[in-house]
C-alpha cells in the first residue's frame, strides 16, 4: 500500500480513519499492558533495580521526547506524516520483542539490558508521536475531538481492565506454582507486545493522511514560532511545571506499594482496573463538557481533585490495620481515575486547539520537548529524593493520658515515600497557579461548568433513583399478582378435594 497523503478525504475515508486509528490504539493498549505501568516495575525489580533506576525507567519516555526535532525534519522532506508514524511505530515495538527473546535465551538478564532496549522503543514512540499528532489534528474535525478522542480512551481503557485481569491471576498463578518461571513469564509478555505492535502500525497505515506542506524555513526560525506566540507559551510554563511535579511522586506509587507495603502485584493491578473503571465511566462526560466549554476548565475543575489524591498517599500505610490502608487505596484510585481522565483528555485537546494548523508540528514539537525536559527531571529528582529520605522519619500523633483511659492516635508519619508523595503534591498545586493565565477559545468559567456538571449529576442520580423505585415497585407488584395467583389457586385445590 502506498502511504501518500490526499488532497481531499471524502465521508468514506474519515470513518475508514477513525476506526483503524481506533484499531492502532487497542494495540498499543495492548503493548502498553502487557510491557508498562506495574509489570515493568515489577520485572525491572525482579532484575535488581534500584529507586534511581526506576525513575530513570520512568524517565526514558520523556527524554526520547527530545528527538521529536527529526519528526520535523523527516517531515519536511518528504510531506508525509503517514509514513513516518507507522515505520518508526513498527520499529518502536521491535526492541520489546528482542527484550523477550534475550530473557528467554538467557542472555543478558539485567537492568541494563532492559534500559538499553527500551531507550530505543521510546526514542521511535517518540519520533512518531509528534507526525501521529499533527496527522490527527488535520484528520479529525475539531468539533469532535473531545468525544472521539474521549470514546477511544474508554475503548482502550476497557480493553486494558479485561487484560489487566488475566494477566495478574496468571502471573499469581505462575509466582505460586512455578515462582522460578516468574521472569520468564514477563518475557512472553514482551515478545508478545511487540507483535501485536506491529501489527497495530499496519492497520493504522491504512488511515488516510490528508495533505499538508510544512514551511521551508530554516528550523531555529521555525521552532522560535510557538515561543513567540504569548499564550502558548503560557500554556509551556504551565505544562512544564505540571508534569515535573507529577513526575516526582508518580513514578514510585507502585514501588511504594510493592516494597514499602509488601503487597502482591495482583493487589495492585486490582488497584489499577478501579482507578480505569473509575476513568473510563467518567470519559464521555469529560469529552462532552471539553467540547462544549473548554478544555482550560475541565483542567482546573479536576487538577485539583488529583492533587487530594496524591496528598492522601501520605496518609497510606500509616494504619496498623491492613484493611483500612487498602480501603484508603481504593478510594484513591477511584477519585484517580475520574480526575486523570479530564486531566490528560484536555492537556491534550489544548494543545491540538491552541497550535496553527499549517504549523501544528512545529508547535506541537516544540511543547513536546519543553516538556519531556521537566517530565525527565521529575523521576529523576524523585529517585534521588526517596534515598535522601530512607534514614528519616516524622511522626505526629494525638495522645490523651489519664488514669483511666490512655490512647495515642498517629495522626501523620512521614518516612521515605510519604515525603516524596507531599513534595509533588504541594509543587502540582504551584504549578495550578499558572493555567490561569493560559487563554483558550470558548473559554468558560470552572465555577459555571462546575454548577452544570453538579445539575447534571443530580439529574442523573434523580433519574436513577426513579427508574430504579419504577423497577423496584414493578417488581414489588409482580410478587403480590404471583401470591394471589398462588393462593386462589391453593383455595381452588382445597376446595375441589373437599
Not at 472521539?148 to 486494558?160: D, P
Not at 478510594?331 to 501544528?360: C, M, Q, R, W, Y
Not at 399478582?481 to 383455595?491: I, M, P, V
Request: hydrophobic fraction near 50%; include cysteine.
Amino acid at each position: 500500500m502506498a502511504l501518500k497523503p490526499q488532497k481531499e478525504l471524502t465521508e468514506r475515508d474519515l470513518k475508514r480513519g477513525l476506526v483503524m486509528v481506533i484499531w492502532d490504539g487497542l494495540a498499543s493498549e495492548v503493548v502498553t499492558s502487557l510491557t508498562g505501568g506495574a509489570f515493568l516495575v515489577a520485572m525491572a525489580l525482579l532484575l535488581g533495580a534500584n529507586n534511581v533506576q526506576i525513575g530513570l525507567l520512568a524517565a526514558l519516555p520523556m527524554i526520547t521526547n527530545i528527538f521529536q526535532l527529526l519528526s520535523i525534519i523527516l517531515v519536511r522532506k518528504y510531506q508525509n506524516r503517514r509514513a513516518i508514524s507507522v515505520l518508526c511505530i513498527a520499529l518502536a515495538r521491535i526492541p520489546l520483542a528482542i527484550i523477550g527473546v534475550m530473557v528467554l535465551l538467557g542472555e543478558g538478564r539485567s537492568i541494563n539490558m532492559l534500559i538499553f532496549f527500551l531507550f530505543f522503543h521510546f526514542f521511535f514512540s517518540s519520533v512518531s508521536g509528534l507526525s501521529w499528532n499533527s496527522w490527527m489534528k488535520d484528520m479529525i474535525p475539531e468539533k469532535m475531538l473531545g468525544e472521539y478522542f474521549s470514546r477511544r480512551s474508554r475503548y482502550t481503557q476497557t480493553l486494558n481492565v479485561a487484560l489487566s485481569i488475566v494477566l495478574a491471576l496468571l502471573l499469581d498463578f505462575i509466582r505460586i506454582r512455578y515462582p522460578a518461571y516468574e521472569l520468564t513469564t514477563f518475557a512472553v509478555f514482551f515478545v508478545i507486545a511487540g507483535i501485536i505492535g506491529v501489527i497495530g502500525a499496519y492497520l493504522l497505515s491504512r488511515a488516510p493522511e490528508p495533505q499538508s506542506y510544512l514551511s521551508n524555513a530554516k528550523l531555529f526560525t521555525l521552532l522560535k514560532m510557538p515561543l513567540r506566540n504569548e499564550n502558548f507559551r503560557r500554556l509551556l510554563v504551565f505544562n512544564s511545571a505540571w508534569v515535573f511535579a507529577l513526575n516526582i511522586a508518580t513514578p514510585f506509587f507502585t514501588v511504594f506499594m510493592l516494597q514499602g507495603m509488601g503487597l502482591p502485584l495482583s493487589y495492585i493491578i486490582v488497584l489499577t482496573i478501579i482507578s480505569q473503571l473509575s476513568s473510563i465511566m467518567t470519559l464521555r462526560m469529560w469529552g462532552t463538557f471539553s467540547d462544549r466549554y473548554s478544555n482550560k476548565s475541565i483542567i482546573a475543575i479536576s487538577a485539583p481533585l488529583y492533587i487530594l489524591c496524591i496528598i492522601a498517599w501520605s496518609f497510606v500505610g500509616i494504619y496498623s490495620r491492613m484493611y483500612i490502608n487498602l480501603g484508603l487505596l481504593v478510594v484513591i484510585h477511584v477519585f484517580t481515575g475520574i480526575s486523570t481522565a479530564g486531566i490528560n483528555l484536555s492537556l491534550t485537546n489544548i494543545g491540538l486547539k491552541l497550535a496553527p494548523k499549517e504549523d501544528a508540528i512545529v508547535y506541537l514539537s516544540v511543547k513536546n520537548i519543553v516538556t519531556a525536559v521537566f517530565s525527565a527531571l521529575g523521576p529523576l529528582v524523585g529517585g534521588v529524593l526517596v534515598d535522601y529520605f530512607s534514614d528519616k522519619n516524622l511522626e505526629i500523633r494525638f495522645v490523651w493520658d489519664s488514669p483511666g483511659f490512655d490512647k495515642a492516635l498517629k495522626l501523620i508519619s512521614l518516612h521515605q515515600w510519604n515525603f516524596l508523595f507531599l513534595i509533588g503534591a504541594f509543587l502540582a498545586l504551584c504549578a495550578l497557579e499558572l493555567l490561569n493565565r493560559v487563554k483558550e477559545t470558548g473559554e468558560v468559567e470552572k465555577d459555571v461548568v462546575r454548577r452544570i456538571m453538579r445539575t447534571r449529576i443530580k439529574s442523573n442520580m434523580k433519574d436513577a433513583i426513579i427508574i430504579g423505585s419504577l423497577i423496584t415497585w414493578n417488581n414489588q407488584l409482580r410478587t403480590i399478582l404471583k401470591l394471589g395467583k398462588k393462593r386462589r389457586t391453593t383455595s381452588a385445590s382445597e376446595t375441589t378435594g373437599k
